[in-house]
């Protein structure tokens, strides 16, 4: 871990992980958080280049909604999770409807507990 940076995951161990559950990747962030704390850096497949995951509702509304505009999602990063909006907290009507089906099953009291 880089001194100043969150903990998280080294590329292979993150690699392995991703071999082991398949393409469902928003299966495995609940998992990297529960080793890593709420707060965790994840490598990405670019030297040096990481991503930061946020997993306290605290800490997504602070970037997500107060301070928005100090933080900018780096157009190589946008397509990681393919489809995903990029302002998912300010989606309205059928589109919010979809991807709130879609994240359901992530935000349950027994996925939250993991």
């Not at 704390?37 to 107060?66: A, E, F, N």
Request: glycine share 8%; proline share 11%.
């Amino acid at each position: 871990m880089d001194k100043g940076r969150p903990p998280g995951p080294t590329f292979l161990q993150l690699g392995r992980w991703c071999l082991r559950h398949g393409p469902n990747s928003f299966a495995l962030l609940p998992k990297i958080a529960g080793r890593y704390g709420d707060v965790v850096d994840i490598p990405l497949p670019l030297p040096g280049w990481t991503m930061t995951l946020l997993s306290h509702p605290d800490d997504v509304d602070y970037v997500m909604v107060r301070n928005h505009g100090r933080y900018v999602r780096n157009e190589l990063t946008a397509d990681l999770v393919p489809g995903e909006p990029d302002v998912l907290p300010v989606l309205e009507g059928e589109e919010w409807r979809r991807w709130r089906r879609e994240l359901n099953p992530f935000f349950t009291e027994n996925s939250l507990a993991t």
